[in-house]
């Protein structure tokens, strides 16, 4: 091995070695519902996951209708027992496409942002 090729594999190992280096953030692990679900009711609340804690008074959650009208309570919060877990409850919801926003900022500083949707289906089985 040269000395360029042994000197690029002991800064390899040496950034696996340091703690956090090598850790992504925060990163959503399970939703409810779940990305691109299509449910037969309406959920109560929408609840998310993530691999770390998270840093209660910067963290977000929204869901909006296909209208653009936000149809959550406006009061998301990190779950007292479960530093994870961001949730909000949900106006009483009809059929149709509704996106989930959130940001969030993970205790080692960093803001992750993202949406997705989910959809809910009236009685004969369409989403309108």
């Known amino acids: 091995?040269?000395?360029?090729?042994?000197?690029?594999a002991w800064l390899v190992v040496g950034a696996l070695l340091i703690p956090g280096a090598a850790e992504p953030h925060a990163f959503l692990v399970k939703s409810a519902p779940a990305?691109?679900?299509v449910l037969t009711y309406p959920p109560a609340r929408v609840d998310l996951w993530f691999n770390e804690r998270l840093e209660p008074a910067y963290s977000t959650?929204?869901?909006?209708?296909e209208a653009g009208v936000q149809v959550d309570t406006r009061d998301a919060t990190v779950?007292?027992?479960?530093?994870?877990r961001l949730g909000v409850p949900l106006a009483s919801l009809g059929p149709g496409r509704y996106t989930v926003r959130f940001r969030v900022l993970s205790v080692d500083g960093?803001?992750?942002e993202s949406s997705f949707t989910f959809s809910v289906r009236a009685p004969g089985g369409e989403t309108r």
Request: no cysteine.
């Open 35 to 37: 990305r691109r679900a």
């Open 61 to 65: 959650l929204s869901v909006w209708s």
């Open 1 to 8: 091995m040269s000395a360029r090729g042994g000197l690029s």
């Open 79 to 84: 779950g007292p027992n479960d530093p994870t």
């Open 110 to 112: 960093h803001v992750v």
